[in-house]
């Protein structure tokens, strides 16, 4: 069952917390430091976009080298693979995939909900206002059926 991100963009207070932990996670791990998610704003609402790791990923689907996959409950980036084509940024709904150059290589990046985190996702934890939640398909049906009951 695929687990994501989501956010309330009632209590978001746009403060980017968020990103400053999903950076320096990443970086602690050698990872490329460039945050997974990117905080939207307008004038009455924010909240960070997010990957939903898509049962059916559309990005995994046109990526011509196979670097997109599913692995342990999310989709994933094998960098080795990626050529930088654009493709995936091109087919994700939710506009949560971008591509860096990385000195002489080409990165896709993405939420990969801090796989590398036993506690999960840094960008949860570290929301000072608890707008961010880590989900799954099947708890969401659960508590939907709960409240419609």
Known sequence: MNR??????????????????CSETHRLHGLQSMPRLHVMRNEKESAPQLCHHCEDAP????????????????????????????S????????????????NDVQALK?????????GPACVEACPTHALSCVDLARLRTERLRNLA
């Open 4 to 21: 994501f991100v989501i956010a309330d963009s009632t209590v978001c207070i746009g403060c980017r917390t968020c990103e400053a932990a």
């Open 59 to 86: 990005c995994g689907n046109v990526c011509p080298t196979g670097a997109i996959s599913r692995e342990k409950g999310y989709v994933r980036v094998d960098q080795a693979r990626c050529i930088g084509c654009k």
């Open 88 to 103: 995936c940024m091109l087919a994700c709904p939710f506009g949560a995939m971008q591509v860096q150059q990385v000195g």
């Open 111 to 119: 939420c990969d909900l801090c796989a590398h985190r036993e506690s």
